[in-house]
DNA sequence: GTCTATAAATGGATAGAC
DNA sequence: GTCTATCCATTTATAGAC
């Protein structure tokens, strides 16, 4: 059912692949500077360069565009993840601050893009509309997350490393501490990125005081 | 400069504060359900049971309808903040614990309002284009809670209740914590709002991680 | 498959009568 | 001050030529 979102045809004439990624990325950054309303099919196409007719030939409405961005730019924006297993042959031998330092760095800094604010607030302006998007964001970006934290804190758990008896919870509290009130600041345009010094001081205090609770 | 937003002319026949309140109501409900563009001054003309050249009598444009409305709800949307002052005589005598649930299920309970959420959605999607609105926003809300519970926190510890050098930090950590996760997943219209038997265990599950890591 | 030109609908804002 | 009726710009979506 539906439109067709890829370049491939059922047997016609192939379309260009060329122009089918012109379009995705010319609404891409309309989508995520404007809005869903901002952004007019007329300018995605002009962006785009090419017309538009060709522009409604790869994609059957403006709905179907603004899926389609939003699907890529949920499979392009993923934070590569620690080791999810915990064989002792594999694991990382380094005390448990460093790894959950690590990760919250490497978290805060996808999280200071200015796009990645774009794209959350677009999603939550239309995530009424929209739900099946908001879920598959969610589940793609900050519950893989959280999922993964989560691991991390069970496999110290396991060790002794770290009181931990929920490790859901904890990571949790871990993220949104991580986060902060600077993140809503950022998401309100009210502020601009962390510097990576300020990120690095701010997760090693969280990290700390999160350890703090959790020790032995 | 600028329309009068007000009910109050500066000397012709007086307009009707009936009707400013009605405009004021039903713009507050369509901008919040669809956004901005998505609502438009015809419907918002006839919800409020007035005609539009009634509507831009009263607001000049579009843009300052928005803001009014955005002002009202700033205006409206206050929690009840606790004691500012330090004396020993009014101090509240229980145990900070409580008062620290207290203030964290006050918070959520605000923060589980799905209209509280709406409004969050609107004015992150609209704060590039009114970061004056969004501004205030923040000041009258995220931040006058954290800087009422950073004084909380101070008095606590110039007590000796808690080791807490740095209160602004903390409360900027325990406030993300109680927010939590689930709050992103209400923005993205994934979950309803916690009940208060849950909002209440996990209050009292982020404080108590959090007086552990402070406590002496 | 792609383009130019256009149809059909909607939204913001205003003119003029009462 | 308020209403009815309307102008003008913009937008989505399509028809027909190459």
Do not use: N
Request: proline content about 8%; overall charge positive; some cysteine.
């Amino acid at each position: 059912m539906g439109s067709r979102t890829g370049p491939e045809t059922a047997g016609g004439r192939p379309k260009d692949p060329d122009k089918h990624a012109a379009i995705l990325a010319a609404a891409r950054d309309l989508f995520l500077g404007g809005g869903f309303e901002g952004a007019s099919m007329d300018r995605i196409a002009r962006d785009a360069g090419v017309s538009k007719a060709t522009l409604y030939s790869h994609f059957a409405d403006k709905e179907a565009l603004f899926s389609a961005c939003i699907l890529g730019e949920v499979a392009r924006s993923q934070l590569p993840m620690p080791q999810p297993p915990s064989d002792p042959r594999t694991a990382d031998p380094r005390p448990l601050a460093k790894r959950l330092d690590e990760f919250g760095r490497a978290l805060l800094g996808l999280l200071s893009r200015p796009d990645i604010h774009q794209f959350g607030r677009l999603l939550a302006a239309q995530s009424l509309r929209h739900p099946r998007l908001a879920q598959l964001f969610y589940d793609a970006g900050p519950k893989s997350v959280c999922d993964a934290l989560a691991g991390m804190l069970d496999d110290a758990h396991r060790r002794g490393e770290v009181i931990c008896p929920d490790p859901a919870a904890a990571a949790d509290h871990l993220v949104c501490m991580w986060k902060g009130m600077h993140h809503m600041r950022q998401e309100l345009g009210l502020e601009g990125p962390r510097s990576p010094r300020q990120i690095a001081a701010h997760v090693a205090r969280c990290t700390e005081l999160f350890l703090r609770a959790h020790r032995s």
